[in-house]
């Protein structure tokens, strides 16, 4: 059973920068596409990116192109959340979530999903508060 763990958040200055990490228990980030998602005060649990584990192409929604990038660390076992120019509206809670049948399952040419129901396994989240 995986079970995922975010860390790196914290309290931020607004034009900062950020690095969230994923790691896991019961298994290897390898064998999982992840990503990443986010929850603001009040608001609904939004997609950011995602990395896949066929080739490690990425998904990103329109509203975090530019400033957030997804890479994965095969040797550490990471999947990490960059985000730079950081703005008081990205203050919430930061989760990152596996889903492991996209490489078993989904199109070759798919790209992995931005969605909740995309993936079965989540963290606790990490929380990210950005000052103005």
């Known amino acids: 059973q995986l079970q995922l763990v975010e860390s790196g958040g914290g309290l931020v200055q607004a034009g900062g920068s950020l690095r969230l990490s994923c790691s896991a228990s019961?298994?290897?980030?390898?064998?999982?596409?992840i990503g990443w998602f986010r929850q603001a005060p009040g608001k609904e649990r939004e997609g950011l990116l995602c990395?896949?584990?066929?080739?490690?192409?990425?998904n990103s929604a329109d509203s975090v192109k530019g400033r957030f990038r997804i890479s994965r660390d095969n040797v550490n076992d990471r999947v990490y959340l960059e985000i730079d120019s950081l703005e008081p509206e990205d203050t919430a809670v930061y989760f990152c979530a596996g889903d492991g049948t996209f490489r078993t399952i989904s199109h070759p040419q798919a790209m992995c999903g931005l969605y909740l129901f995309n993936y079965d396994y989540w963290g606790q989240g990490t929380q990210v508060t950005v000052s103005s």
């Open positions: 019961g298994s290897t980030l390898d064998d999982y596409t």
């Open positions: 990395i896949d584990n066929r080739g490690g192409r990425t």
